[in-house]
């Protein structure tokens, strides 16, 4: 009756790895150990494997299956000898949560014994690492020198997956600037006579954002920004050839329109909900690439201001014409951040990313050009 008991915990805990870890958790299990050499070591290679990877990700909780074996033993020993002041062990922390590592050790031909280690994603069984597997002698340097090449192999490729979360501050400064004229220019005809068409539009832009952030986890971010943006855009149409409204004859107009807004603003969109909390919309996300190398992308946008768009239009002619006229249009500004750093030299085991960095771009459409720079100092998670 008590190893049902036994059993039946055991498959309480299980159900209990579907929810999320508070902390990343690997499993190490060599249940595929075939052969008298293999078998003699599978516990042996789990525990170096473990070992490497409590190197690797300080941040992580990593068990074995030799751990939970122990721990059946304890807890079959003190069923069978009625300990009234034991209470079976907590399994929960050793069973599968976010990576399993699989293991394999097989006796192979002429002496050798072959050494494989795989790593998944274990709510998906999705391999995410497969460092292949190497072939050595079955003596005992041998084959405890195969378990740490093709250890360390495995580490090596999962050096491309943010397992302990980078965290530390962000700041990112924007400085966007439009200056641009369109010029539309042709002839026209009427009154039995050449005319021109002429329509010019002018815009100038600036706006410039300042990002202050801290990385809490992967991949949230908090902290603080302001903005300030001062736009103006004014066209000028003169039409030779403008036909009046009453329709009984065309003449010049010149039209002018002058739109003009300077606003400032702070603080950070809530409009996310993590865990059921509003978030920051800020994120700071960390791509690992094979090549030994990462980029940084940051994502947000800033709380609406309402800013006042001063626009100013006037009409001078044969006809039509409008006195000059101002009005007040509210508009809601908000100001994105979408930026692309790197790739910057670094891997997800390195303990410290830190990069201070100015690029410049230009809107291939728009001829906007940006000076963008980042400043930061990423630490691995340990805890």
């Not at 699989?102 to 790593?119: I, P, S």
């Not at 606003?263 to 690439?289: A, C, M, N, P, Y």
Request: charged share 30%; with cysteine; aromatic share 10%.
């Amino acid at each position: 009756m008590k190893i049902k008991l036994i059993i039946l915990t055991l498959f309480s805990f299980g159900i209990l790895t579907n929810l999320i870890a508070q902390k990343p958790h690997f499993f190490i299990e060599c249940n595929q150990a075939l052969g008298d050499t293999a078998t003699k070591y599978a516990r042996a290679y789990e525990r170096l494997m473990a070992d490497y990877l409590e190197k690797a990700f300080p941040c992580a909780d990593i068990s074995t299956q030799g751990d939970v074996y122990l721990k059946l033993d304890k807890d079959r020993y003190n069923q069978i000898t009625g300990d009234e002041y034991y209470k079976i062990g907590a399994y929960c922390n050793d069973l599968p949560h976010d990576y399993w590592v699989h293991l394999v050790l097989n006796d192979y031909t002429e002496g050798k014994v072959m050494v494989v280690a795989r790593c998944f994603k274990y709510k998906k069984i999705d391999c995410i690492a497969d460092a292949g597997n190497v072939r050595v002698a079955n003596d005992f340097g041998s084959l405890t020198q195969g378990c740490k090449t093709i250890s360390q192999r495995l580490i090596d490729m999962l050096g491309k997956f943010e397992i302990c979360a980078f965290t530390g501050p962000v700041a990112i400064t924007i400085s966007s600037d439009l200056d641009s004229t369109k010029v539309e220019n042709y002839g026209v005809y009427c009154n039995e006579s050449d005319q021109r068409y002429h329509k010019e539009t002018e815009i100038k832009n600036h706006t410039f954002s300042e990002w202050k952030l801290e990385r809490k986890g992967i991949p949230w971010t908090e902290g603080t920004m302001t903005f300030y943006t001062d736009e103006m855009t004014k066209t000028t149409e003169e039409d030779g050839c403008h036909k009046c409204k009453t329709g009984k004859r065309e003449g010049g107009l010149v039209t002018t329109l002058t739109s003009s807004m300077k606003v400032k603003g702070t603080g950070i969109s809530h409009d996310s909900q993590f865990k059921g909390k509003k978030q920051d919309d800020t994120r700071i996300e960390l791509q690992f690439l094979e090549s030994g190398k990462y980029l940084v992308l940051a994502k947000g946008t800033s709380q609406p201001v309402t800013g006042e768009d001063k626009v100013v239009t006037k009409a001078e002619g044969t006809c039509d014409n409008q006195p000059q006229e101002t009005k007040l249009l509210p508009r809601d500004i908000r100001v994105p951040l979408r930026v692309i750093f790197g790739p910057y030299d670094g891997k997800a085991t390195d303990k410290l990313l830190q990069q201070k960095d100015t690029k410049e771009v230009k809107d291939p459409v728009s001829n906007e050009k940006q000076t963008i720079t980042i400043d930061f100092s990423l630490t691995q998670n340990d805890k």
